[in-house]
């Protein structure tokens, strides 16, 4: 299950969504707008790309032109926490790297 955060809306999804679909690793929000299946305008599409990059599930590379981040593919996985800004190991108290127990509980 998807970690929103309650700063998103339904189109942040399908941006993200277009991104892993794509086979372009930078994409501008007109692009995205132009699909038959983004039924939003130019100028919204924008906005919530900056949104997404303000968040930091999008990386913005130069003036409309922006790239999915690990945290995007992360948040579209579920395992990431787009409200909480962590991994969804780190949510539940365990260091998303370390990827091993504690020990010290034995």
């Not at 892993?20 to 692009?31: H, I, K, N, R, T």
């Amino acid at each position: 299950m998807r970690l929103a955060g309650s700063w998103q809306v339904l189109l942040d999804d399908r941006i993200l969504e277009y991104f892993v679909e794509s086979d372009e690793e930078f994409l501008q929000p007109g692009e995205i707008a132009d699909d038959d299946r983004i039924r939003y305008s130019r100028a919204y599409v924008s906005k919530r790309c900056v949104k997404l990059a303000d968040h930091g599930l999008l990386q913005a590379i130069k003036q409309g032109v922006y790239r999915i981040t690990d945290e995007g593919r992360g948040y579209l996985e579920g395992e990431y926490d787009a409200e909480a800004g962590v991994w969804t190991d780190q949510a539940n108290g365990k260091s998303a790297s370390a990827g091993v127990e504690d020990s010290s509980e034995v």
